[in-house]
């Protein structure tokens, strides 16, 4: 397949043909494709699938590699030993392949990074990993019970109102649940942190990326959040664009890596 | 129904102590029942509120048995009281209320925190446990973030400018300079303050208050027992208070808080008086922004004329109607997160009875209010003091 079948897709490079897909991290070194600043094989699977379901049916995967599976069932999809779709982990390469049946492979130029900020950015990683809270955390069996709305927008409803983040209420304001939120809104306002002024989840990573973009938008199915700029980009944002989102990494404690949806400012 | 004064109120310097949790409570208490005009024991007080967040975990439980043990306040029923960066004004609240219910005559209020003896990696994470931990820390927000998203939001709506959170932040600093309990005494240009470190854009390192060590007492009493004990006692007026939904996103606006607006109007109603009768008003600036909005919910200025209101410095000390934060506020004088509150309370105190250094003295002070923020506007007790009563 030649690289001018491939697309830009929530910041990564996909390339999809009719019996699967290829998507890659779009950075590069020296040609060989590496993981940005808050991607992993979980966030190329997840946005891979999300490309692939715009074509085709997906109704269960195999997951062959080092994908988180939690993170997948809470977008949506259903994981199994025996799954209609295979997601195959390149072994040496930021890139994954989903297909029915042959692991699929082909070139597609990215863009050059910096090495040693990805050694920095990778090294964080792998410290924060080790990171023990001290005091205000999201403990694993929060982030886990909140997963589906964090990463796949899962929603409720009372009347006509759409809630989210979902909300616990009582007597006639209980919400009942509601298919996912749309992934795109309009941001209201933003700011980027200093990494002195980031919390600490983020003090390993903040001062290399040089801060953290946070964006607050307004949902186009109604309901407003706050979330941080996908891949650490340094484009500025504006009150009034569009921005639609990508399952990226948010940060690691407790030996657990936590998702979540960033903006993508368009 | 009593009525409820103030007959005495002390603190400690704001800043970087080299006390601990027990040695500034006392110092505290002891400058607060020294500012009791009448003779006063502190085995009279009835019961204590201790307003405190247990800033890095040390002493959380039990924090209030632990400090009035130490100040001759034995065996009374105490308790801490905890509203995050309001805390204190709440606690001044429940003593208010102890003692209007006729359960108590003498009730201390007070608060206290000790921030600076952590290392950076401990406060940063302690500084943001009073927002939303689940949906915005996740997303990368402490405090300066989140009310950096406010005042974009508010500079987008109503067309404010950063220049005019600098004259807030150069005013403050300028109310600050001769206050002996002030955290960052100094002078601030309106240049230096224009370019300041950016925190979270577009808040400077100038639109932040300091993270400090500090603690505040004050003594509330029974009528009866107050016009014995002070020759001068400072009335309570009105108590109001108020909540919000803690994150941003659940709130239909972000650029006022309904929290103070709720507190504010509950605080005038009882008193009987509106924003144009109080002369002075410490209110709850950790940012810029937050005094800018301030101005606005408390109704010293228009809905969407805070901005206006700071640049034609209309707060400024004896040059306005009304003068904001006469003491530094929390930009100047540092805000110690439970003890901000009764601190408020304890320069409402002093400069209605003309009692603060002479060069920041409000001229014919008869009225004072105080504002108290809990995080980004989850919370917010407001008070209105005067010298006489109704």
């Given at each position: 397949m030649s690289s001018n079948q491939c697309i830009n897709w929530q910041g990564n490079l996909a390339c999809i043909q009719q019996d699967g897909l290829v998507i890659k991290s779009r950075h590069t070194i020296d040609g060989n494709h590496v993981f940005g600043p808050d991607s992993d094989y979980t966030t190329l699977a997840v946005s891979g699938l999300s490309l692939l379901s715009e074509e085709s049916e997906i109704n269960s995967v195999t997951v062959n590699g080092n994908i988180d599976k939690l993170v997948l069932q809470a977008c949506g999809y259903l994981v199994d030993e025996d799954g209609e779709w295979k997601i195959n982990c390149a072994n040496d390469s930021a890139s994954i392949s989903i297909s029915k049946d042959v692991e699929m492979d082909w070139e597609v130029p990215g863009e050059e990074t910096d090495r040693e900020r990805y050694n920095l950015i990778k090294n964080a990683w792998l410290q924060e990993m080790n990171a023990v809270s001290q005091g205000a955390f999201v403990s694993e069996q929060a982030y886990r019970s909140g997963a589906a709305s964090r990463m796949n927008f899962s929603s409720q409803q009372l009347g006509d109102i759409r809630i989210w983040p979902p909300r616990e209420m009582i007597g006639d304001q209980r919400p009942v649940d509601a298919p996912p939120l749309g992934q795109s809104g309009i941001i209201e306002s933003w700011t980027k942190l200093s990494a002195g002024g980031a919390p600490s989840e983020f003090s390993l990573r903040a001062p290399i990326l040089g801060g953290i973009g946070t964006v607050f938008v307004k949902l186009n199915d109604g309901p407003r959040g706050v979330f941080l700029i996908a891949d650490d980009d340094n484009s500025e944002p504006e009150i009034g664009k569009l921005v639609s989102f990508g399952l990226r990494r948010i940060y690691a404690q407790d030996g657990l890596i936590r998702y979540g949806l960033k903006a993508l400012i368009s | 129904m009593v009525d409820v004064a103030v007959i005495g109120a002390g603190q400690t310097?704001?800043?970087?102590?080299?006390?601990g949790l027990k040695g500034m409570w006392a110092e505290s208490a002891e400058n607060a029942f020294a500012?009791?005009?009448?003779?006063?024991?502190?085995?009279?007080?009835?019961e204590a509120f201790i307003g405190s967040i247990a800033f890095g975990g040390g002493q959380i439980g039990n924090t209030a048995a632990l400090l009035t043990e130490h100040t001759g306040m034995d065996n009374i029923p105490v308790r801490r009281v905890e509203n995050a960066c309001a805390s204190s004004g709440f606690a001044f609240r429940d003593a208010w209320m102890a003692i209007k219910s006729g359960q108590a005559d003498i009730v201390v209020a007070g608060g206290i925190e000790k921030m600076n003896d952590l290392t950076p990696e401990r406060k940063r994470f302690w500084l943001g446990v009073s927002g939303d931990t689940e949906w915005e820390r996740l997303a990368g927000l402490t405090f300066p973030g989140t009310y950096a998203l406010m005042a974009r939001r508010h500079f987008h709506e109503f067309?404010?400018?950063?220049d005019d959170l600098v004259n807030i932040s150069v005013k403050n600093h300028m109310h600050g300079l001769d206050n002996e309990y002030a955290h960052i005494r100094k002078d601030v240009s309106f240049e230096k303050a224009q370019n300041g470190f950016m925190v979270a854009d577009p808040l400077t390192l100038y639109d932040c208050c300091p993270t400090s060590d500090g603690a505040s007492t004050v003594i509330l009493a029974a009528d009866h027992v107050a016009k014995k004990l002070s020759e001068d006692p400072i009335w309570v007026l009105g108590s109001g208070a108020g909540s919000d939904h803690l994150a941003l996103h659940d709130r239909p606006s972000i650029t006022q808080l309904i929290a103070s607006q709720r507190a504010a109007r509950s605080a005038y109603d009882q008193a009987g008086l509106d924003a144009s009768d109080i002369d002075m008003a410490e209110v709850h600036d950790c940012f810029t922004i937050a005094e800018l909005m301030a101005t606005e919910d408390l109704g010293f200025?228009?809905?969407?004329e805070g901005g206006l209101f700071a640049r034609e410095g209309r707060g400024r000390r004896n040059e306005g109607s009304v003068t904001i934060?006469?003491?530094?506020?929390?930009?100047?004088?540092?805000?110690p997160l439970g003890a901000t509150g009764t601190g408020q309370v304890v320069e409402v105190f002093k400069q209605l009875r003309g009692e603060v250094e002479s060069s920041r003295q409000v001229r014919d002070a008869n009225t004072a209010l105080t504002h108290n923020v809990g995080g980004s506007g989850a919370t917010c007790a407001v008070h209105v003091f005067g010298r006489d009563l109704k």
């Open positions: - | 310097k704001f800043g970087n102590h080299a006390l500012s009791i005009d009448g003779d006063f024991e502190p085995s009279m007080v009835d067309g404010s400018v950063h200025a228009s809905r969407g934060n006469p003491s530094g506020g929390l930009k100047s004088k540092g805000h």
